[in-house]
């Protein structure tokens, strides 16, 4: 790591979705100099700022909690404050004498223009601040495709990540955080209400999930011995442990790709090559998510592809509530969205299966999607989540062609063959016979009877034909060629 000169006085370390102390470059350039470090966490509360979704907050408090008990430890204290970044940071400049902010750089629009203006105030003020590269890999403008632009296809991306990156070397963890005399006053976590009251529905978040850097590395840990070395062959079937479950902790920067990068070197002599290889391009598609939303800034609300701004969405509010609640009469459907509402997290395989069904069966925007999404999801990111969207309904970059759409009948058969996915997340549906669990409506009246289900009482009815719904959306893509001819 490249040495920064601070002045002689104390440095105030910005933490943001970096909530971890291994690992942390602007973390270690602070301590290196051997000044107080000021530790803060601002939750920012502008108007511009997308706020945290209800999963999101469960799991900051949480974070936030665990990230403090490690400060407390080195000696040192980390101070909450919440609302506008810029009062707090120039207001904690002007309180406690320091010299110098640093902090780890942020990718999105807001972020970017935030940070811009924070950093030009305190040169402004004679304040020294340095931002440094802490949340990926690479710097999402320097990989140039061979017209000199920002890469619009993820193949090419990865072959030439692959052949120019060399993830660094993690850093350590610092031994101590020397602090200042008299600390700035923080705000108590607690009276920032990011915990659910009544009805509290987090008790599925709990049992699933154990935030912080400790939880990340257990993940992590449990995924290596048990996961990786069966990657590539199990990370589509849901009902099987197959994926890493790494992507919250990656969200809040509670471990870093570059540790996760490392590990993995570590440990995959003998290991298939197909696996590994997998596991690394999942973890580069995150990096690809990040080289199109800071070369398209505007990702997260407008289509990659302008063509999709003629698209004829559908506006059926109630359609969105079926798909929001799991009750869309789709097993494979319902299955995914009632583990996303009761764990805070979906299995990849059926986020695309989901997302096809919004998009393509109900003809519903996106955006509505991603929002929904952004709410519900502990690993929602600003990257991932727009980029895998746009993915999915046919308008980003690298897409899923819009007329690819997911048979979620089919889709379930090939990947929860044995309907238990289904049936965890289903219950209603646990004694229907496996050849009839994802077309329910199929079965004879008397094995329905049998199984206790009564469509349209205990669960409902398909809410499209899929085979109609299926026409209907290629007509909707025929029309939006039409109209943007």
């Known amino acids: 790591m490249a040495s920064f000169s601070f002045p002689d006085a104390p440095i105030i370390?910005?933490?943001?979705?970096?909530?971890?102390?291994?690992?942390?470059?602007?973390?270690?350039?602070?301590?290196s100099s051997g000044k107080p470090i000021i530790p803060v966490f601002v939750l920012e509360t502008d108007a511009k700022h997308t706020p945290y979704g209800g999963a999101q907050k469960w799991w900051l408090h949480q974070s936030l909690i665990n990230l403090s008990d490690q400060i407390a430890k080195l000696g040192n204290r980390l101070i909450l404050r919440s609302g506008n970044a810029k009062d707090?940071?120039?207001?904690?400049?002007?309180?406690?004498?320091?010299?110098?902010?640093?902090?780890?750089?942020?990718?999105?629009?807001?972020?970017?223009?935030?940070?811009?203006?924070?950093?030009?105030?305190?040169?402004?003020?004679?304040?020294?601040a340095h931002s440094f590269a802490g949340r990926l890999m690479h710097e999402p403008t320097l990989l140039k495709s061979g017209t000199g632009g920002a890469y619009k296809v993820y193949t090419p991306f990865w072959k030439m990540f692959a052949a120019t990156i060399t993830p660094r070397a993690p850093l350590a963890t610092p031994k101590e955080l020397p602090a200042i005399e008299n600390a700035p006053a923080s705000d108590e976590l607690?009276?920032?209400?990011?915990?659910?009251?009544?009805?509290?529905?987090?008790?599925?978040?709990?049992?699933?999930?154990?935030?912080?850097?400790?939880?990340?590395?257990?993940?992590?840990?449990?995924?290596?011995?048990?996961?990786?070395?069966?990657?590539?062959?199990?990370?589509?079937?849901?009902?099987?442990?197959?994926?890493?479950?790494?992507?919250?902790?990656?969200?809040?920067?509670?471990?870093?790709?570059?540790?996760?990068w490392a590990r993995v070197d570590q440990v995959a002599e003998g290991l298939p090559i197909d696996d590994v290889t997998t596991f690394r391009k999942e973890l580069v598609w995150r990096e690809f998510a990040y080289h199109l939303l800071v070369n398209f800034t505007e990702l997260?609300?407008?289509?990659?592809?302008?063509?999709?701004?003629?698209?004829?969405?559908?506006?059926?509010?109630?359609?969105?509530?079926?798909?929001?609640?799991?009750?869309?009469?789709?097993?494979?459907?319902?299955?995914?969205?009632?583990?996303?509402?009761?764990?805070?997290?979906?299995?990849?395989?059926?986020?695309?299966?989901?997302?096809?069904?919004?998009?393509?069966?109900?003809?519903?925007?996106?955006?509505?999607?991603?929002?929904?999404?952004?709410?519900?999801?502990?690993?929602?990111?600003?990257?991932?989540?727009?980029?895998?969207?746009q993915w999915v309904a046919g308008s980003g970059a690298d897409a899923a062609p819009y007329f690819r759409i997911f048979n979620p009948i089919t889709q379930g058969e090939k990947f929860d063959a044995d309907g238990e996915y289904v049936k965890r997340w289903v219950p209603e549906l646990s004694k229907v016979p496996t050849k009839f669990i994802h077309k329910p409506?199929?079965?004879?009246?008397?094995?329905?009877?049998?199984?206790?289900?009564?469509?349209?009482?205990?669960?409902?009815h398909p809410i499209v034909d899929h085979k109609q719904?299926?026409?209907?959306?290629?007509?909707?893509?025929?029309?939006?060629?039409?109209?943007?001819?």
């Open 88 to 128: 707090h940071i120039t207001q904690l400049v002007e309180n406690t004498g320091a010299q110098s902010v640093v902090w780890n750089r942020r990718y999105s629009r807001f972020g970017i223009d935030t940070d811009t203006k924070i950093k030009t105030a305190l040169h402004d003020d004679g304040i020294t």
């Open 300 to 389: 997260k609300t407008e289509n990659y592809n302008q063509q999709f701004n003629q698209f004829p969405w559908a506006d059926n509010a109630e359609h969105l509530r079926a798909w929001q609640r799991g009750q869309t009469g789709y097993p494979i459907v319902d299955a995914g969205m009632r583990q996303l509402y009761d764990t805070g997290w979906m299995h990849n395989r059926v986020r695309m299966i989901v997302g096809s069904f919004l998009v393509k069966h109900l003809l519903l925007d996106w955006r509505h999607g991603e929002k929904w999404f952004w709410d519900t999801l502990v690993d929602a990111d600003p990257a991932s989540n727009t980029a895998s969207w």
């Open 441 to 460: 409506w199929e079965a004879p009246s008397k094995i329905l009877q049998f199984a206790g289900v009564e469509l349209g009482e205990t669960y409902p």
């Open 469 to 485: 719904a299926r026409e209907r959306a290629l007509d909707a893509y025929q029309t939006m060629r039409g109209l943007a001819a």
């Open 13 to 31: 370390f910005w933490f943001r979705d970096d909530l971890r102390l291994s690992d942390n470059a602007a973390l270690s350039a602070a301590v």
């Open 190 to 260: 607690i009276d920032w209400n990011l915990l659910p009251t009544k009805p509290d529905w987090s008790g599925g978040l709990a049992e699933n999930w154990k935030p912080g850097t400790k939880g990340a590395f257990d993940r992590l840990e449990k995924f290596l011995a048990n996961g990786l070395g069966r990657y590539d062959r199990q990370r589509d079937f849901p009902a099987i442990e197959g994926t890493s479950g790494l992507s919250p902790h990656l969200a809040f920067g509670e471990i870093s790709p570059a540790q996760i």
